[in-house]
């Protein structure tokens, strides 16, 4: 039932920054306690990589690749969910989606949902990150 709207990519220059914002709509956050919420990435020919996973209790996992560089975030009064990318690298030019998994009882596992991300169950088009030398 989730629709997800991805906004804030385009193009920056290496060692730059970008704030992405996805929109949540089909629930209200504040009054629901079993989901994650996260961001994946994929480059043209490649598989969807996990990025970022933030749960209700904003407990967090990151790839490898981008900790240190990103941080994840959520507003949960306006269903809103973000991503803070610094010191971007050309090595971070892909499309990113944010999606999300709704479980009907008990915690979400950001670590498990890292990991596979087969088990987000709503996702978004997708914005489009380009970074330039």
């Known amino acids: 039932e989730a629709a997800l709207v991805e906004s804030g990519g385009g193009s920056v220059q290496a060692g730059g920054t970008l704030r992405l914002s996805c929109v949540i709509s089909?629930?209200?956050?504040?009054?629901?306690?079993?989901?994650?919420l996260g961001w994946v990435r994929q480059a043209p020919g490649s598989e969807r990589e996990g990025v970022a996973i933030?749960?209700?209790?904003?407990?967090?996992t990151y790839a490898d690749s981008v900790k240190g560089r990103f941080s994840i975030s959520q507003d949960s009064a306006k269903n809103t969910l973000y991503l803070q990318m610094s010191n971007l690298k050309q090595e971070d030019d892909w499309m990113y989606y944010c999606?999300?998994?709704?479980?009907?009882?008990?915690?979400?596992?950001?670590?498990?949902?890292?990991?596979?991300?087969?088990?987000?169950?709503?996702w978004g088009q997708g914005t489009q990150v380009t970074v330039a030398s």
């Open positions: 999606a999300a998994r709704f479980l009907e009882e008990g915690p979400c596992d950001s670590e498990d949902v890292l990991e596979k991300i087969a088990l987000f169950n709503a």
């Open positions: 933030i749960a209700h209790d904003d407990t967090t």
């Open positions: 089909g629930y209200f956050l504040p009054g629901y306690s079993s989901y994650c």
